[in-house]
């Protein structure tokens, strides 16, 4: 059973850096070929790509937070990163891991928050 945890989410000042992590167990054997994404979710707004990363390097990012934002992973341990620098108010909101696996993976989501 695939699991998707999140961390290193808080209370930032604008203009502030955080570095999301997110871990998955259970998909050791095509970890390194899935797509990991960041997606996130603000209050009364829909879920939105933020950025994502194939298994060839390749990477996208919403124009929002290209410049800003960049997304990392390792193999090795099933992780995938955020850092997220230069942050905004609008950047406020729960922030969601995805893997693109066998099937689509899911974590509970991290609260961001940007505010002075």
């Known amino acids: 059973q695939v699991q998707v945890v999140e961390s290193g989410g808080g209370l930032v000042q604008p203009g502030g850096s955080l570095r999301l992590s997110c871990v998955a167990s259970?998909?050791?054997?095509?970890?390194?070929?899935?797509?990991v994404a960041w997606y996130r979710q603000a209050p009364g707004m829909e879920r939105e790509l933020v950025t994502r990363?194939?298994?060839?390097?390749?990477?996208r990012y919403d124009v929002s937070v290209k410049g800003r934002f960049t997304i990392s992973r390792d193999n090795i341990k099933n992780t995938v990163h955020l850092l997220m620098n230069s942050l905004k108010p609008e950047d406020t909101a729960i922030y969601y891991c995805?893997?693109?696996?066998?099937?689509?993976?899911w974590g509970q989501g991290t609260q961001v928050t940007v505010s002075s």
């Open positions: 995805n893997l693109q696996g066998p099937e689509h993976y």
């Open positions: 990363l194939d298994d060839g390097g390749r990477t």
């Open positions: 259970g998909a050791e054997r095509w970890f390194d070929v899935a797509t």
